[in-house]
């Protein structure tokens, strides 16, 4: 069984771009959360899709949003990059339904913003 | 604010011995438990759940919850070099899919 898909792995912005980062989940998964890593604020959540409804979201600006698609498969867009958004991008899918489903993480995405 | 306090390390073993591995949370709502592992370079890696309190074992992994203490451990029974990493608590709340994380302690076994 594939696990959890994120596209793509690295990429290097400029401050003020826009970046889209895509993830698949588990087949089979409904949910997807979307995750930021940095060094200094270790993981935070940022929103959670549910049948391509935003269910949960995080304390971070509207600069930041997603959605979900059909096939369960999300995206996550971040506008007016700056010099702060430069961090790992994680991905995790469960199967949904109950909270306490366990997540389970793509490899992520790592954005460097200049 | 919701808060998972870990002991960041690192915490030093040596080869075949037990590590252990403790969290603690703020938060009362708390109703599930999660241990991830992140080797450094790489993405999390669930290597156990719980949700009630007492003991769940899985091969040489045991995670032990104590709600009343709010209190979560890991062990690591015959540690390996490759169980070096840093092991990250992570807990929800009821109705919410949020994981909110510890900031991890990281594990050094010395061969």
């Known amino acids: 069984k594939a696990g959890v898909t994120q596209t793509p792995r690295y990429l290097i912005k400029t401050r003020g771009q826009q970046v889209t980062l895509s993830c698949s989940p588990i087949s089979g998964h409904r949910s997807v959360s979307w995750y930021q890593q940095t060094p200094g604020q270790g993981l935070q959540f940022l929103f959670e899709?549910?049948?391509?409804?935003?269910?949960n979201k995080g304390n971070f600006p509207g600069r930041f949003s997603g959605r979900q698609f059909s096939n369960s498969r999300s995206e996550m867009n971040v506008s007016t990059l700056e010099l702060g958004d430069s961090a790992l991008y994680l991905c995790a899918s469960s199967l949904g339904g109950r909270s306490n489903q366990p997540q389970h993480f793509g490899d992520g995405t790592r954005l460097s913003i200049l | 604010q919701k808060e998972v306090e870990q002991n960041s390390g690192p915490l030093s073993v040596p080869e075949g011995a037990i590590a252990s591995l403790n969290c603690t949370y703020s938060d009362r709502g708390s109703q599930s438990f999660f241990w991830y592992r992140q080797y450094s370079g790489k993405s999390p890696e669930l290597i156990m759940f719980?949700?009630?309190?007492g003991d769940k074992e899985d091969g040489r992994f045991t995670a032990q919850l104590n709600k009343a203490s709010q209190y979560v451990s890991l062990l690591i029974r015959d540690s390996q070099p490759s169980d070096s990493a840093t092991y990250l608590c992570?807990?929800?709340?009821?109705?919410?899919?949020?994981?909110?994380f510890g900031s991890g302690t990281r594990l050094q076994v010395q061969p």
């Open positions: 992570a807990t929800t709340d009821t109705g919410r899919r949020a994981l909110t």
């Open positions: 719980i949700y009630s309190n």
């Open positions: 899709y549910f049948s391509e409804t935003q269910r």
